[in-house]
């Protein structure tokens, strides 16, 4: 739960289609008393003056492990998402689709240390993901 920053990602229509360069992306997980976790997801887009873009969606578990989830979005769009590498601290967190067509590396703060963003991305190449293709993702102060 909290506030959960953008370090990385598989580059993706949303973020960085036409028009498009999504930076300062955060995610804030926040239980429900339904026992859903809603989630806000905030982006900035730099290619347009920096536009806030806000998000709010569902994440309940696919299964019991915890580690395969569902995301609505819209009540419309769904999406599985399974957390394939997790810091022992719970510093960084490295979730995708089964798809292997979208990857985000999200952490606790702005950025983290090189030896654990090479760690996640080993995690991400052994799991099958293009990990060549992985950008990171720009943290900047706003004005």
Known sequence: MGTWFEVA?????????????????TATYAKRPDGRIAVQTV???AKARMRRNEVHGLVYPADASGAKLILRFFKLIR???WVIGLDPQYRWLLMGTPSRRRLWLIARA????????DRAIAIAAEQG?????????QQQMLE
Not at 129 to 137: F, G, K, Q
Request: net charge negative.
């Open 110 to 117: 702005p950025c983290i240390s090189p030896e654990d963003y």
């Open 79 to 81: 999406g599985d998402l």
């Open 43 to 45: 982006a900035y887009n």
């Open 9 to 25: 990602r598989l580059p993706n229509l949303e973020a960085d289609g036409p028009g498009q360069c999504s930076v300062n992306v």
């Open 129 to 137: 993901y293009d990990a060549a293709r992985v950008r990171r993702t």
